[in-house]
Each structure stands twice: as structure tokens, then as C-alpha cells.
């Protein structure tokens, strides 16, 4: 993960999937890997970071989901498709092992609604809410690291679906769907 720092910014390894500052135990759950945009707020997991501005640029060259269209889960990537790298939106935390004092940084990516989307909306079960990741933008990279929380929330938008795209991940084991 990119975070600020005092020297401006660092690139920092973490485990995916938020581990809250005030768990009493070092296990990641499933449910801490997304926080939800619209209750980063007030979520257990998440609330601490997002008003302590411990906000973070995850890299990645795609994201995979699941693709339900033809009744069968295809594991599928996502990215752009000018093949530059995502910067994934996310929240960091730290949390240290009371009896050893070892220091774990963990972090979570933010997710929109992606009902309306024109990519994403095909992705996850029928019944299921369309969720994706905030791919941010390059030039509002610095603004997402620094800006106050109050003045942040204006940058979880979808990113344009013509800009992106998906193949499926057994493509991209064979080399026939280069993602970038």
C-alpha cells in the first residue's frame, strides 16, 4: 500500500483484509477485505481509520470477481484497459500483538455500488448487490491521501467502464488474455 507519511509518501507491505487496531487477536476475516463506502463511517472495522485519515493507495494490475452469467463461477480479471496500473482506494490500520510486540499493517479496499455500472453490473450472483472497487484517478491521488476526511467521500466514484476491462483468469494463465 502507498500511504502518507511525514516524508511525503511510502510504500508499506500490509495484509490484505483490515485487522482492527482494537482486536484482541491477529485473524483477518473475510468481511474486513471491502469496506462499504456508504457506512465506512460508522462500520466497527473501519470507522477508527476513516476519521484518523488513515486512507491508502492500494496497487494493482486487476482485481478479480466473480462472473455468474453463464450459471458457473468464471474467476475473472479485472482492469484498465490501457493496461496502466489501478490505484485501489482503500484504509489502512495497525495493530500490535500485545504479548510479543510485533507490529502488523493491514489495509481494505472501498467498494461503491455498481448496480448502474456498465461493466461491473455483470459481476458477483444475480440476486447479489453489484459491488466494485474505487479505482481512483492519477491526478487525484495526492488529494485522496491528503484532503480532510469531510472533503473525501466526493472521490468513490465508478470508474468509466470504458476504460476498463475483463478476461477471464484461465485466459490469462495461458497467456491469451494479457491484462497488462
Excluded at 504479548?99 to 479496499?109: L, Q, R
Excluded at 467521500?153 to 488474455?177: C, E, I, Y
Aim: aromatic share 8%; glycine share 6%.
Amino acid at each position: 500500500m502507498i500511504r502518507s507519511s511525514d516524508d511525503g509518501r511510502e510504500l508499506l507491505l500490509g495484509e490484505f483484509g483490515l485487522l482492527p487496531f482494537w482486536s484482541k487477536e491477529r485473524k483477518i476475516k473475510y468481511s474486513t477485505f471491502n469496506a462499504r463506502s456508504e457506512t465506512v463511517e460508522t462500520a466497527s472495522s473501519f470507522k477508527t481509520p476513516w476519521a484518523k485519515r488513515q486512507r491508502c493507495i492500494i496497487p494493482a494490475d486487476h482485481v478479480v470477481e466473480p462472473d455468474w452469467r453463464t450459471g458457473k463461477n468464471i474467476a475473472t480479471a479485472i482492469s484498465r484497459e490501457d493496461g496502466s496500473p489501478m490505484g485501489l482506494a482503500g484504509l489502512w490500520d495497525k495493530w500490535i500483538d500485545k504479548p510479543t510486540g510485533e507490529i502488523v499493517h493491514s489495509f481494505t479496499m472501498l467498494t461503491i455500488n455498481a448496480d448502474s455500472h456498465g461493466l461491473m453490473r455483470n459481476f458477483h450472483r444475480p440476486d447479489d448487490e453489484k459491488r466494485m472497487v474505487v479505482i481512483l484517478p492519477e491526478d487525484r491521488y495526492e488529494e485522496w491521501l491528503a484532503a480532510p476526511t469531510s472533503s473525501v467521500k466526493h472521490l468513490l466514484l465508478p470508474f468509466p467502464s470504458d476504460a476498463m476491462r475483463a478476461v477471464p483468469v484461465t485466459a490469462l494463465r495461458s497467456g491469451d488474455g494479457d491484462v497488462g
